[in-house]
């Protein structure tokens, strides 16, 4: 039983990438781009802080250029999703065509973004060690395999939290259809870019403020497996981290599960 | 009573009891003005799409659907499916409750809706079919046996492997109902399948959604507005009107139900003052020297032989309203019984 449903999502994660990949020079391009950004913010850092014996809110040079490719590469990761479009399937009713199949929307889309997530990691990894041994540029390479491993498992937990971020903010569309890219931009753009840690390392901020955005599951994003990866966090702040981010995974989901049900007995599945 | 009520629904695929469905819709206002204002104090207005409507469908039957734009047929559907959420009312398929969407029940249904598509734009039809013998949990040996089957009779062997962007849409009709029927439904609810299609396309559908029907003992429910669909399907007919189920029976009982009017057919022989023959009937087509004309069932025989006394008339016949203008009346939303 378990064996076959999981057989199911896996399916739907293949068949997504066939799709993905139906347009091959779409594809390239779009990484082709990617790298070329990529080389824009390195340049650009590189050049800023030359000097290596510089050390900026606390950060080395070398730990700083880490840090901000580790926020473009993560961000990519976990700030991006598949699921990008529910709000939309809902107005437009398209929600219906999964409704009638024994299929589970949220996993559904979740196989979908994660089967996208490998094919970008494969080529993520082959672009970085060509880019590596060219341009050679000043990195932190984290040798202990625990906070490698830990670094993994956050940015997975990150990718579970988004997701359900973007179904809950999605949700809106069941009774405002046309609220639905409103709540997403104030939630999953505004609130997200300022304290995920995409725009600055959350901790220049205050220590008050830090304190209480700690509890809030916006650090968990980027900046918390950043903070893993860069070995900048102590045991008992790994510990409350991942305590205070699997809360937040379960309290999400429990909710997404409450407002989702509310959502289907008002849903009109409109067109047609 | 109680217990023969209980045997009976045992084999019933379908009963709908007093089923009301409304929606609510906030009042926008045409002008700009109104608009700021819902904005503001939003209006709500309750559209009651389905008035307490019941009707029950044996096993294996295959009942046709009918009504004007906006009777209720397509809501009624959404219930019977699971995708909306009944306001009031007792609603049973297969015996579960839609609205629970249980996997036992969904894989032994299946909706298919003319435009809404689940195949993959971008990919082959038999990525999409693969995809749902995943999702049904089929086994490889049924899935191949029904799909080789379901091709054949729809004539779409060739066409498994072309990205469906580049299928007509006959073809990708085709292959739509292939994808929904691929788990072998023994529920089948088809709003306006033939929808769009030319008529070699409605004619592989219709005789397909016959064969299905037979083959596997499949209960359909169909709705159209193509008259030859219900005409060559169809033996029960439930006809849906603003909401209230206004006939329920056999096509040939709605076809005697309704003819409340004979038509009369005449070949002039000489001029004709059109106004003065307007004043004894209702006409309905005149191109001299033939003119066809409708009247009540009961004036049949005493307006023909006014129109003989009356014109120059070379021949006269007095024949039923044919199967098609009734049916058509009943799309137009006219009432059945007056
Ligand atoms: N989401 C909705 N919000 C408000 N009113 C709706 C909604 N869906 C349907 N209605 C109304 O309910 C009534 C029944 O609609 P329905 O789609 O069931 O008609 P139908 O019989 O399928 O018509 P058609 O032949 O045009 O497909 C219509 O008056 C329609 O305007
Ligand atoms: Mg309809």
Avoid at chain 2, 239 to 251: A, R, S
């Amino acid at each position: 039983m378990v064996r076959l449903t999981m057989y199911k999502y896996f399916q739907v994660g293949k068949t997504s990438l066939k799709q993905e990949i139906a347009y091959p020079i779409n594809f390239v391009m779009w990484r082709v781009r990617n790298i070329i950004q990529i080389l824009l913010v390195l340049f650009l850092w590189d050049s800023l802080i030359s000097d290596p014996r510089k050390v900026l809110f606390g950060y080395s040079r070398d730990m700083i250029l880490t840090y901000i490719f580790g926020i473009m590469l993560v961000r990519a990761f976990v700030l991006s999703s598949k699921s990008m479009d529910v709000a939309g399937e809902v107005a437009r009713g398209e929600l219906s065509n999964y409704l009638i199949r024994p299929v589970n929307y949220f996993f559904y889309w979740l196989s979908r973004d994660f089967a996208s997530k490998v094919l970008n990691l494969s080529f993520v990894f082959v672009e970085f060690s060509l880019l590596f041994l060219i341009l050679r540029p000043d990195f932190f390479f984290q040798t202990n395999i625990f906070y490698i491993g830990f670094f993994i498992f956050s940015v997975f937990i990150g990718i579970l939290i988004y997701t359900l971020f973007l179904f809950i903010t999605s949700s809106v569309t069941f009774w405002m259809p046309e609220m639905g890219w409103g709540a997403h931009f104030l939630l999953n753009v505004v609130l997200v870019e300022f304290l995920s840690g995409v725009l600055f390392p959350l901790d220049i901020l205050p220590q008050a403020i830090q304190k209480v955005i700690n509890f809030l599951p916006l650090p968990y994003l980027v900046y918390f497996p950043l903070q893993i990866y860069l070995g900048k966090q102590s045991t008992y702040e790994l510990v409350r981290g991942f305590v205070v981010e699997i809360f937040w995974l379960g309290a999400l989901a429990l909710f997404l599960n409450f407002i989702w049900k509310k959502g289907l007995k008002v849903y009109e599945s409109q067109g047609r | 009573m109680r217990r023969s009520g209980i045997k009976e629904n045992i084999n019933k695929a379908v009963v709908v009891s007093g089923l009301v469905k409304n929606f609510e819709v906030l009042e926008k206002g045409a002008r700009n003005i109104d608009r700021i204002k819902s904005l503001l104090k939003p209006k709500k207005k309750v559209v009651t799409a389905l008035k307490g409507i019941s009707f029950s469908i044996g096993k294996g039957e295959l009942v046709g659907f009918i009504g004007a734009n906006g009777a209720g047929k397509t809501t009624t559907m959404k219930i019977l499916s699971g995708l909306l959420y009944p306001t009031a009312g007792f609603v049973q398929v297969l015996g579960f409750n839609p609205w629970d969407r249980k996997r036992e029940f969904l894989k032994r249904i299946s909706l298919v809706m003319g435009q809404k598509n689940q195949l993959w734009w971008d990919l082959p039809a038999i990525d999409t079919l693969e995809l749902n013998r995943a999702i049904y949990e089929i086994p490889h040996l049924t899935f191949k046996k029904v799909l080789d089957e379901l091709v054949e009779i729809l004539d779409v062997k060739d066409l498994l492997t072309t990205p469906v962007r580049k299928l007509s849409l006959g073809q990708r009709m085709r292959f739509e109902l292939i994808a929904a029927l691929i788990h072998q439904p023994e529920v089948l609810f088809l709003d306006e399948p033939t929808i769009g299609l030319d008529v070699v396309g409605q004619q592989a559908i219709r005789d397909f959604i016959y064969q299905y029907n037979r083959k596997f003992s499949a209960t359909v429910m169909l709705t159209s507005h193509n008259m030859s669909d219900l005409v060559d399907l169809t033996k029960r007919v439930i006809v849906i009107d603003k909401g209230e189920i206004v006939f329920d029976g056999k096509l040939t009982d709605l076809i005697t139900n309704y003819a409340k009017e004979k038509i009369i057919k005449i070949y002039f022989s000489g001029d004709v003052n059109i106004g003065s023959l307007e004043k004894i009937c209702k006409i309905r087509r005149y191109a001299y020297p033939e003119a066809v004309i409708s009247v009540d069932r009961s004036l049949a025989a005493f307006t023909a032989a006014e129109l003989l006394q009356n014109f120059p008339v070379a021949d006269i016949t007095i024949e039923e309203e044919g199967i098609e203008s009734i049916v058509r009346r009943v799309f137009r939303g006219e009432a059945v019984n007056g």
